[in-house]
């Protein structure tokens, strides 16, 4: 969590990806793994959950992974090198340099007033990256191309803020997104 202009920014859910083997035998993998589940009917992939820190990775039998439910940046190595321990003593052959990476960060922040979303969309209709269709979905959705992130506002005044890989680019997307709707303040 991090203040941010008195309102905490919160981490809600860290994901990360990429390959971590050049395959990897699910059927062997989930033998070997108390609490590692496949069910291919259901899901493509293993799903194997850890507890320390908790979390779950996906992993599919062309190599790649997808850990996610991290609450921490931190935490992304230390699960990496516990996962890949796992996968060692359990048999499957791991890449020597793993490819994982963060790859999008979800946060939560609370503006701390309510929002007009008519007037914000009405006030922001010069921008392409804004899409509020309240009999769709109740908040507003506002695009930022740098840095890449996504906001969802609501009426309360909450936001949930996605897409970046790490708290600079949230932060710095949430500083872009204050000055769009102070503008918004100012032309109605």
């Known amino acids: 969590m991090k203040e941010n202009g008195g309102n905490i920014l919160k981490i809600e859910n860290i994901v990360a990806s990429g390959s971590i083997a050049e395959s990897v035998d699910l059927e062997l993998l ?36 997808v850990i996610t439910g991290l609450h921490r940046p931190e935490e992304s190595k230390s699960v990496l090198q516990n996962l890949i321990n796992t996968l060692k003593e359990a048999g499957i052959t791991v890449l020597d340099n793993p490819r994982v990476k963060v790859t999008n960060m979800v946060c939560s922040h609370d503006l701390g007033y309510p929002c007009n979303l008519n007037r914000i969309m009405v006030g922001l209709m010069d921008s392409e990256n804004i899409e509020y269709e309240p009999e769709v979905f109740p908040g507003l ?28 680019d949230i932060e710095k997307g949430l500083v872009i997104l204050k000055e769009k709707l102070s503008i918004v303040d100012h032309k109605i």
């Open 141 to 168: 959705v506002c695009r930022i191309s740098d840095p890449k992130v996504v906001f969802l506002l609501f009426t309360t005044g909450k936001l949930i803020i996605t897409g970046g890989t790490n708290m600079a």
């Open 30 to 65: 989930s033998d070997k793994i108390p609490g590692c589940v496949l069910n291919t009917k259901r899901f493509p992939g293993a799903v194997y959950h850890m507890q320390n820190p908790k979390s779950a990775a996906l992993i599919f039998a062309s190599g790649k992974i």
